[in-house]
């Protein structure tokens, strides 16, 4: 089952099998509040007019303002947006911080378009959603091939439009225009936290062989925080690639030679392999960090890692998550693992609408102790359920969510 909507709501089904949840709750929660789509027009350098097609998906908004990034990427359609949407809000609630769950995108390959282009068309997407955006309504990010650059704009964009120049419409800007200390490293640090808490009960080793999929700002980070904490990257890719090496790659030449020549493929320090070749390698922790649908109930058997750790949205299928479990393999579930960029963006927009300035370390230390508290939490849940993390974190989730719309 590929449709990432349909994925998303048989694992609501599944998780929610274990509980009382009542069914008009479960209707409800599997059914966006609202979904938004609207043509984009831009000018093109070559002096014609393209029309792009954009989305919001605002899911649900009981525990807080919706929240979520914004997705650019040529494959992306409403079931896609409405899927990621769907996970924000049980990963709002998994972090336990006041955030309801949305997420956007444009149906858009923007390596295609120049920086003009790019910049058109996120001042038009916000242009046009400005009236359903907002510090108390709907709180955007970035996510695949959006950049701080890109929520700049689109914060610029909004204070254009309302005059609220807070800047706490939009998370992930830079620095200098109200970003958040650590929000560039978040997802991957938040994830190490969980990760830390978790190695030893999930019967890890000290020092871990590590496979990440994926080397963009979640798997980047990701391989330089593990490595510096003592594991290894035996193996990585991006989108054109991949490259292995059984002992262990340095980090920093790695990204050098990405920033060199924009793919990790090539790189001197391991050997390049065919980049479907690394979900399957040896390891103890796999990292899926691209995107979604990407281990599958035709490949999960060959799976070769101790533990699935998930810092992309949904890269695990219903059914390959049913095969990860009965071969005894756990999956540390997306809504757990890459919680750590939601919950700094709400540190963000904390900041910006208090008009402070945190230190990362007073942001890392705060994340930390949340990041630890939520994966305990879900540790025992499983166990007292026993049951996979997975739908441990749905109940979780779903359990606040329910509170707060009975409320
Ligand atoms: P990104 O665009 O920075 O990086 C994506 C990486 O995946 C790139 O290196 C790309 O080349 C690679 N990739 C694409 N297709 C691939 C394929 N078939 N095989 C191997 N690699 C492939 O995006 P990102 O922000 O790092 O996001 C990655 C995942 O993490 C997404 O699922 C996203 O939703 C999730 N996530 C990101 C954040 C964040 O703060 N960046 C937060 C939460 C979740």
Not at 358 to 363: G, H, K
Request: hydrophobic share 40%.
């Amino acid at each position: 089952m590929n449709n990432p909507f349909q994925n998303a709501l048989a694992q609501l089904s599944r998780a929610t099998r274990l509980t009382s949840f009542p069914p008009d709750f479960l209707e409800r929660i599997s059914h966006p509040d609202r979904q938004i789509r609207i043509s984009i027009p831009v000018k093109m350098d070559d002096g014609s007019l393209k029309v792009f097609e954009g989305y919001r998906v605002q899911f649900n908004n009981a525990r807080g303002p919706y929240k979520g990034g914004i997705r650019y990427h040529q494959d992306t359609d409403i079931e896609e947006v409405k899927a990621l949407a769907f996970w924000m809000a049980l990963k709002c609630a998994v972090a336990n911080i006041p955030m309801g769950g949305g997420k956007g995108g444009v149906t858009v390959n923007p390596k295609e378009l120049s920086k003009r282009e790019l910049e058109a068309l996120s001042r038009g997407w916000m242009r046009a959603m400005s009236d359903v955006v907002g510090p108390q309504k709907d709180v955007p990010a970035p996510d695949v091939n959006t950049t701080p650059e890109i929520m700049a704009w689109m914060a610029d964009e909004f204070a254009k439009a309302t005059g609220d120049t807070t800047g706490a419409v939009i998370t992930g800007k830079p620095l200098e225009v109200g970003g958040s200390e650590g929000r560039g490293t978040a997802t991957a640090q938040g994830g190490f936290y969980v990760f830390e808490a978790l190695q030893e009960k999930l019967g890890l080793p000290t020092s871990c062989r590590v496979v990440i999929q994926g080397f963009g700002n979640a798997g980047e980070h990701a391989a330089d925080i593990w490595s510096k904490a003592g594991h290894k990257i035996v193996a990585t890719s991006d989108s054109k690639g991949a490259v292995r090496n059984p002992n262990g790659m340095d980090i920093a030449a790695l990204y050098d030679h990405k920033k060199a020549t924009g793919s990790v493929v090539g790189f001197v320090g391991g050997e390049t392999i065919d980049g479907t070749e690394l979900l399957f390698q040896e390891c103890d922790v796999l990292i899926p960090a691209a995107l979604e649908n990407q281990i599958r109930e035709d490949n999960a058997s060959r799976i070769q890692a101790k533990v699935v750790f998930e810092l992309a949205n949904g890269p695990t299928t219903p059914e390959a998550d049913d095969q990860l479990f009965g071969r005894d393999i756990p999956v540390v579930p997306d809504i757990l693992a890459n919680s750590g960029g939601v919950t700094v963006s709400t540190f963000e927009w904390e900041q910006n609408l208090k008009g402070e300035h945190w230190s990362e370390a007073d942001v890392f230390t705060k994340l930390k102790d949340m990041m630890e508290k939520e994966a305990n939490g879900i540790f025992e849940k499983s166990v007292s359920l026993k049951t996979d993390l997975r739908r441990a974190a749905f109940v979780i989730a779903l359990e606040r969510i329910q509170n707060a719309m009975k409320l």
